[in-house]
C-alpha cells in the first residue's frame, strides 16, 4: 500500500487542503483540489503544476481517496453524521490533531507523532494508514466511527497552547 499511486481528492482550498494535497504530491499520487473559487488557487497551482484545480464534483469524481475537514460538537461527531447521511462511503477520521505544518513528514525530537484513526470500514482504514506511513506518523487506530466522538475534540486540545502562548509546534504521541 506504501508505493501504490493514487487518486487523491480534496474538497477545500485553504490552508490545510494545500498541506495535504503538497505532500500527496510529493509522495507521488495525483492530486485534484475542488474548490468554489479556482482563482484562490491560482498562485499556489503555478508553483505546484503537478495538481489540478477544478470543482468538488471534479476532485471526487475518480478519487480513490477523498479529503474533507469538519468540527463538530461535543454530543455527536461530524464523522457519524457523514457516515449515516453517506452509507456507501467508507469515511476514516484522521488529521485533526495537529496544524497544517506538522500534517505531512512532522519531525519532531520524541520521534513520530501519533495519528489517531477511526471508520467502519477496515480496508478504508488500512488506506489511511498507509497514507499515514508515507507521511511519517505512527497510526493509532481507535475502532469504530463513534470513536471520532474522541478524536475530533482533539482538534481544540491541540489548539489550546496555541491560543495561550502562541505554541503550535507540537502533537500528540500515544505512549505504551
Do not use: Y
Not at 25 to 41: A, E, Q, S
Request: hydrophobic share 45%; with cysteine.
Amino acid at each position: 500500500m506504501h508505493n501504490q499511486r493514487m487518486n487523491i481528492g480534496i474538497l477545500g482550498s485553504g490552508g490545510v487542503a494545500q498541506t495535504l494535497a503538497a505532500g500527496f504530491l510529493t509522495h507521488g499520487h495525483d492530486v485534484t483540489l475542488g474548490t468554489r473559487h479556482p482563482d484562490k488557487l491560482s498562485e499556489w497551482g503555478t508553483k505546484n503544476p503537478a495538481a489540478r484545480i477544478g470543482s468538488f464534483a471534479d476532485a471526487a469524481a475518480s478519487a480513490d481517496v477523498i479529503v474533507l475537514k469538519f468540527f463538530t460538537s461535543l454530543d455527536e461527531s461530524s464523522m457519524e453524521r457523514l457516515q449515516r447521511e453517506f452509507a456507501a462511503a467508507r469515511f476514516v477520521k484522521a488529521f485533526n490533531s495537529v496544524g497544517a505544518a506538522f500534517m505531512v513528514n512532522p519531525r519532531f525530537a520524541g520521534g513520530p507523532p501519533s495519528m489517531f484513526i477511526c471508520g467502519n470500514d477496515e480496508a478504508a482504514k488500512n488506506v489511511a494508514r498507509g497514507l499515514l506511513d508515507q507521511f511519517g506518523w505512527e497510526t493509532v487506530d481507535l475502532g469504530t466511527a463513534e470513536a471520532a466522538r474522541a478524536i475530533e475534540p482533539l482538534c481544540m486540545l491541540w489548539c489550546i497552547p496555541g491560543f495561550l502562548r502562541n505554541e503550535w509546534s507540537h502533537a500528540f504521541k500515544l505512549l505504551r
